[in-house]
């Protein structure tokens, strides 16, 4: 917890200093209103007193809860500011840190999970400071003073009041004890049912398809009981403490004024005035007492769910990342556009010693050559490029970009070399300009540039038939759009940044052979001093590039072009004789 109070900043110290102040003020008020109470009872025991004096006394009381009040309001004021300032800043702590998340630190957590830890964690932290300043602020003061108030009294009161205390303690003890592993599995079970209703929520269309309704409606509700069932259990735990604290204030009350009954009766006549104001004093200041540790109560019942939080969002925090910046932002190097592999091999960090994703791979892609990728499904390819833009680091080897090692470079220096296009077409909520003009500085200012870009990705056919253009609407993840019109949209946003190097994960899949024909051959000719390195399935997609890359099983089973690869390479036959005839073959 400490580690998170580390981000408020100078503002929110400064508030927790005034709420300091309203807080001492608030507890002195408390407890200046017995001494008006004995006062007054005094008064009203002894004979030929004014009735002048006790109406004084009685205002200074109304001053003192109305002063009391006030200061609890600006305390509460102060609090809230300081839990919405925390919690503004450690969410946007926990926000940067996963934006520098690779794909190792991601594999991790699950995004239901992190979501989790970014709203409902996080909340739970506020709630605890917003109640929890006041409380334990005002709790040990209250206490203190209280104590300090009721020393000298009669000792029975005392160990009356003891007791309570230890009755309190003990009750305290016993609900943290049973209760603290609930409040950790809640956390998971909330985690699980976000999955759950995320899962079900991006994937609607196929439920629906496959008439999964019912089948989703069970995980749901076996998700949901599960959550509710533990929550209950804690809840039912934590609400045995606030009648637990109303009887044993109830009970002290009563025990102070029986064991002041008996004190009475044995006094002599002189002192039982004396120890009748003391008895009313000491039960409004006993009463205090309860009152702090019921304060203290409080902070127990939100306390061990909100450690859970705590240690989810520092986990987050804590998170080292795997893939850090080298030194060189804008290194001037005469290669430009240039890709080189030299003795690259991958395997996934928790994979063993043997467990290579792809094996010993070298080539090099020279500037304004288009070099492709193929290979079955699960031979690397994917895996391949995703060493380019540091998504991971290879495991042995080296991968350089224009002659540098891409761990040289800091991440943004690199990734601004590069255009890339992923296999699942990203869409982002907004506009058709907005998502072409993505991440760029000049983000929706450059029209024309826009149109050009969405022109070369052959987007611009189905833009200019949209009811607003460029301005028309894009829903989240685009499913207002088809999959071929997402995969353009996404050929035209790495355009826009005009790249020394073009990576296309398979992102023609989507499009008609005659599309792609035509998107290829604009790339061709708009973007000729631009390298370009495709991953894809269709032969039709990748035989005019320059050179072609042949994955099997992770490692290179042939290098060259169509033709030479025709010749000499039987994976590369293979994957052409079951795509197309041996007459399209000789005539393409």
Not at 47 to 76: F, H, W
Not at 163 to 181: D, E, K, R, S, T
Request: glycine share 6%.
């Amino acid at each position: 917890m400490f580690k998170l109070l580390r981000s408020l900043r100078k503002r929110e110290i400064m508030y927790i200093f005034f709420s300091l102040i309203f807080v001492v003020a608030q507890v002195w008020l408390d407890l200046k209103m017995p001494d008006y109470m004995s006062e007054i009872t005094r008064l009203v025991q002894t004979p030929g007193s004014e009735m002048e004096d006790i109406l004084t006394n009685g205002i200074y009381m109304l001053v003192c809860a109305v002063g009391s009040m006030i200061s609890a309001m600006v305390t509460g004021f102060f609090a809230s500011k300081v839990a919405a300032g925390l919690s503004l800043s450690v969410r946007d702590k926990v926000f940067k840190k996963v934006m520098k998340f690779n794909n190792e630190e991601m594999g991790r957590f699950s995004t239901a999970s992190l979501i989790t830890r970014t709203t409902n964690d996080i909340t739970q932290i506020q709630m605890l400071i917003a109640i929890g300043l006041q409380a334990l602020i005002k709790a040990p003061i209250l206490l203190v003073w209280a104590i300090l108030k009721i020393i000298g009294k009669e000792w029975q009161w005392s160990a009356a009041t003891g007791g309570a205390v230890l009755v309190i303690v003990f009750v305290l003890m016993i609900a943290v004890i049973v209760a603290l592993p609930k409040f950790k599995i809640i956390q998971t079970l909330t985690d699980n049912l976000n999955r759950v209703t995320r899962e079900n929520l991006t994937g609607i269309r196929v439920v629906r398809a496959y008439n999964a309704e019912k089948f989703q409606e069970e995980k749901f509700e076996q998700a949901n009981a599960d959550l509710t069932r533990v929550n209950l259990f804690a809840s039912r735990i934590m609400c045995l403490l606030m009648p637990t604290m109303t009887l044993i204030i109830s009970g002290i009350s009563l025990a102070i004024y029986w064991i002041g009954a008996y004190l009475i009766n044995a006094a002599n006549i002189l002192n039982r005035l004396t120890i009748f104001s003391d008895m009313v004093v000491f039960s409004a200041y006993a009463i205090q007492v309860i009152m702090a540790f019921m304060m203290l109560t409080m902070m127990f019942v939100m306390l061990p769910r909100v450690m859970v939080s705590v240690r989810r969002v520092n986990e987050v925090i804590d998170t080292e990342i795997s893939i850090r910046d080298g030194e060189k932002e804008n290194p001037d190097t005469e290669i430009k556009g240039e890709i080189e592999f030299r003795n690259v091999s991958f395997r996934y960090p928790d994979a063993g010693d043997g467990d290579y994703v792809i094996k010993n791979i070298s080539f090099t892609a020279h500037k304004g050559e288009t070099v492709a990728v193929i290979g079955s499904t699960g031979s690397g390819k994917s895996t391949l490029i995703n060493l380019i833009p540091r998504f991971y680091d290879a495991s042995e080897g080296e991968v350089l970009v224009d002659g540098i090692n891409v761990r040289d470079y800091t991440q943004k220096a690199l990734r601004e070399k590069l255009g890339y296009i992923s296999q699942n077409a990203v869409m982002f909520s907004g506009s058709v300009k907005s998502n072409i003009a993505y991440g760029s500085e000049n983000n929706n200012d450059d029209l024309l540039s826009v149109s050009d870009a969405a022109e070369i990705a052959q987007a611009s056919e189905f833009i200019d038939k949209m009811p607003e253009g460029y301005d028309s609407h894009i829903a989240q993840d685009g499913t207002n759009i088809s999959g071929g019109q997402k995969q353009r949209l996404s050929i035209a946003r790495a355009i826009y940044r005009r790249p020394e190097i073009y990576i296309f994960d398979d992102s023609f899949s989507a499009l008609d052979y005659k599309t792609d024909s035509i998107l290829r051959q604009k790339l061709d000719e708009r973007l000729s001093d631009s390298t370009k390195l495709i991953v894809a399935q269709r032969i039709g997609t990748i035989r005019n590039a320059k050179k072609i890359i042949v994955l099997d099983d992770g490692e290179i089973a042939g290098m060259g072009t169509h033709d030479n690869l025709m010749k000499t390479c039987e994976v590369y036959r293979e994957i052409a004789y079951s795509q197309l005839s041996e007459e399209e073959l000789k005539n393409a």
